[in-house]
């Protein structure tokens, strides 16, 4: 799709541990360091900044490779694409007003490729793994992940084995086998699946679980740089993040930094803040007690109808919560009954379906403008995750009345 005419320049540089900042090299299959912590991808930014300029960028097509420079492939004819990227910020005028938040926005990442964010962490993981040479992918997946991983490895004739909770949304499981992947389910959590998709890794294949590769994160990543390029390279006071394993928000302040230091923005950067059920909140309670890491939520207590957020220990653990203290953020949990509450009220004031997992992020903006943590002036922006089609078990509506064929309707539908 991208042809080498010699326009196409990756800046990657190496690998870097996010806790002890030990340097590996990208050009070879990695996963995690030898502490154990998430590898990040650097860049020469140096190099960007005197061969680009976002007016550059501006020109280019609309995908999410159009901050190439800023992404781990070297080579385009290895891109695997599907036309993800640069997903709309849709306001949400009624609702924010009812809250006390006028200015309340939305990036809906529903409207992706498999019907959420997580396309961007495979295209981009899926391309880079590809381009190095990997013929066999293995991850857990609370659903989308799978999916988004299988249909990206379908495209790039890559095997994939997924492994999931029994209780993850049953479109997902079938969005991983029409990909022609092997799918497994098992009775438990993503901790567990994680387990079991581990002893495919012992037996060769590559491991595509959350931070355990580097570069699924340089795919969410772009979602802040969409942000800044759609707010005019500038940032919006305030992002709302539903938080399970934290790639997204990891991501975005990754993006708004490396942004920083280029030079195209400038200022204060977002305050942001991680949205948990109460029924699995292992961040939200570091961050209340002050920890740099967060202890695993007891697996027999960790329930939520937002699924992608129940993640009972997330690797990454520190790098969210340094995150959230060094923007003078916070981190909310809320209840399911709130959630759907919200996802309603959303819809019905504004025409706004979200996932479960991005109305939890409108139940905090209400919780934290009610506790005034939130003065109201400010401009708050929301992730939805995911299209709410993909949980459309979980919608608390009513059956509508039915009418035989040549019934008139109600009187009350003249009103």
């Avoid at 590809?130 to 249909?151: C, D, K």
């Avoid at 990543?221 to 390029?229: C, D, N, V, Y």
């Avoid at 938080?243 to 942001?272: C, Q």
């Amino acid at each position: 799709m991208y042809p080498d005419d010699g326009s196409w320049t990756s800046a990657l540089t190496h690998l870097e541990c996010g806790r002890c900042a030990e340097r590996y090299d990208a050009d070879e299959p990695q996963n995690v360091c030898r502490c154990g912590s998430p590898l990040l991808a650097r860049y020469d930014l140096d190099r960007v900044r005197s061969a680009v300029r976002p007016a550059d960028v501006a020109s280019r097509g609309t995908d999410l490779w159009r901050y190439r420079e800023l992404l781990p492939v070297r080579d385009p004819g290895k891109v695997v694409t599907l036309g993800e990227g640069m997903t709309p910020i849709v306001p949400l005028p009624e609702y924010g007003r009812r809250v006390g938040v006028p200015s309340l926005l939305a990036k809906d990442e529903g409207l992706l490729p498999t019907g959420s964010f997580k396309a961007r962490g495979a295209a981009v993981g899926v391309s880079r793994a590809h381009e190095l040479g990997v013929g066999r992918l293995t991850l857990p997946t609370n659903g989308n992940a799978g999916a988004a991983w299988a249909t990206y490895a379908a495209r790039a004739g890559m095997d994939c084995l997924v492994v999931m909770p029994r209780d993850a949304p049953w479109v997902t499981r079938k969005e991983c086998l029409a990909s022609g992947a092997r799918v497994y389910m098992v009775d438990g959590l993503i901790g567990d699946a994680g387990r079991i998709a581990g002893q495919a890794v012992q037996d060769g294949w590559f491991s595509a679980a959350t931070l355990r590769e580097p570069y699924r994160i340089e795919g969410k990543k772009t979602m802040g740089l969409e942000i800044a390029e759609q707010f005019g390279w500038r940032v919006p006071d305030v992002v709302v993040y539903p938080t399970g394993g934290g790639v997204g928000l990891i991501g975005i302040r990754k993006a708004l930094d490396e942004l920083a230091a280029l030079g195209w923005i400038a200022g204060r950067l977002p305050r942001f803040v991680a949205v948990q059920s109460t029924g699995c909140a292992p961040i939200v309670r570091a961050f209340e007690s002050g920890a740099e890491t967060a202890q695993p939520w007891p697996a027999d207590q960790a329930r939520t109808v937002a699924f992608g957020i129940n993640v009972a220990s997330a690797l990454g653990d520190f790098l969210i919560l340094s995150a959230l203290r060094d923007s003078k953020g916070t981190a909310v949990a809320v209840d399911d009954q709130e959630i759907l509450e919200e996802q309603l009220a959303c819809a019905a004031s504004d025409g706004v379906l979200m996932c479960p997992e991005g109305a939890a992020t409108l139940a905090a903006v209400r919780r934290l403008r009610a506790e005034g943590w939130l003065e109201g002036n400010e401009e708050v922006l929301v992730l939805n995750t995911g299209s709410a089609l993909k949980y459309a078990d979980s919608l608390r509506v009513a059956d509508p009345p039915e009418l035989a064929r040549d019934a008139d309707l109600p009187a009350e539908a003249a009103l």
